[in-house]
Nanobody, 122 residues
Framework: QVQLAESGGGLVQVGGSLRLSCAASGRISEHALGWWRQAPGQERELVAGINWDGCRLIYIESVKGRFFISRDNAKSTVFLQMNSLKPEDTDVYYC????????????????WGQGTQVTVSS
């Protein structure tokens, strides 16, 4: 069983940066990981994903060049560096883990954190 806990969210002004962290209680070195976000009334969307060894990355178009996902398997932690934040980045951000090699389907992710709120003020 894996439990995930996000941290690092908060209120930031336009153009600012935040670094989200997600710490796992169990071993996640063989899991693909993803950062998802969900606005009220909307479906969750995959913001960034990373496979188990960090060699495969994926980003949604709107965050390319601004957000960077990374992981530290020794510390069972995944990060999302968020730069040049925009008001439309405001959302609850979730980290999730899957035992599949790599997937962008939320239904394939078995473990989810509780989420952390990111608010970008203009």
């Amino acid at each position: 069983q894996v439990q995930l806990a996000e941290s690092g969210g908060g209120l930031v002004q336009v153009g600012g940066s935040l670094r989200l962290s997600c710490a796992a209680s169990g071993r996640i070195s063989e899991h693909a990981l993803g950062w998802w976000r969900q606005a009220p009334g909307q479906e969750r969307e995959l913001v960034a994903g990373i496979n188990w060894d960090g060699c495969r990355l994926i980003y949604i178009e709107s965050v390319k060049g601004r957000f960077f996902i990374s992981r530290d398997n020794a510390k069972s932690t995944v990060f999302l560096q968020m730069n040049s934040l925009k008001p439309e980045d405001t959302d609850v951000y979730y980290c999730a883990a899957t035992q599949l090699f790599f997937t962008t389907n939320s239904r394939d992710y078995t473990y989810w954190g509780q989420g952390t709120q990111v608010t970008v003020s203009s």
